[in-house]
Every structure is written in C-alpha cells, then in structure tokens.
C-alpha cells in the first residue's frame, strides 16, 4: 500500500501561485508515476498533470500547460505541482495520485491505484 498526503493549497488572486506538495510512504518502491487530478464543484474530475516516476516524462492538460510544472524528489518520495498565473477557472479540490502499474494512459484516473485526501485550491477574481 502506498499513502499520499497532500498540502499547500489555500486562496489566491487570480495571476498568483500556489505549490502543492504530495509526500508519499509506505511501498514508494512500487510507484510508476504519479498525477494530479483536480474536481471542481458540479464536475467531474479531470486531468492535471502526471509525472514518471524516475522524472523522465511529464503529461500536462491543455489547460494548464505553460503554467504548471509537476516535478518529483525521489530522495524525498515527494511529487510537486507548481501552479503559476492562476486562474478562477483552476478553483477546485486537487487530488495527488500514484500508479503501480508500467501500461494505461498516465491521463486516465482508471489506471492509478492510490490517491490522497485532497486540497482546496480557491482562485479570487
């Protein structure tokens, strides 16, 4: 079993930024990559961003991309989303994931196997 906490999250002005963290225990050894998802009230939960494990290859949803960066510390089993020019449309519960698994989309929330408690990410216009 692997467990994930998350933190950083909280209330910002639009064009800020925020950092989320994820620190992962337990089997870390078993983790393929990991991702962020993000839920919006009334929506269902979309993609973010993931990230291999080892650091090789990053995944961004379009809307995103250009403004967040995932990035690992595997010293530390801790994976980060730096989210940057914020926008009102990014206010959501934002969700760490990991994957044991070596096949499946990184894109798809089927194909990972533990997920954190989430935290509120709130962007003021």
């Known amino acids: 079993q692997v467990q994930l906490v998350e933190s950083g999250g909280g209330l910002v002005q639009a064009g800020g930024s925020l950092r989320l963290s994820c620190a992962a225990s337990?089997?870390?050894?078993?983790?393929?990559?990991t991702g962020w998802f993000r839920q919006a009230p009334g929506k269902e939960r979309e993609f973010v961003a993931a990230?291999?494990?080892?650091?090789?290859?990053?995944y961004y949803a379009n809307s995103v991309k250009g403004r967040f960066t995932i990035s690992t510390d595997n010293a530390k089993n801790t994976v980060s989303l730096q989210m940057n020019s914020l926008k009102p449309e990014d206010t959501a519960v934002y969700y760490c994931a990991a994957s044991g698994r070596s096949y499946g989309s990184s894109l798809i929330s089927d194909n990972y196997d533990y997920w954190g408690q989430g935290t509120q990410v709130t962007v003021s216009s």
């Open positions: 990230i291999v494990w080892s650091g090789s290859t990053t």
């Open positions: 337990g089997r870390t050894f078993s983790i393929t990559r």
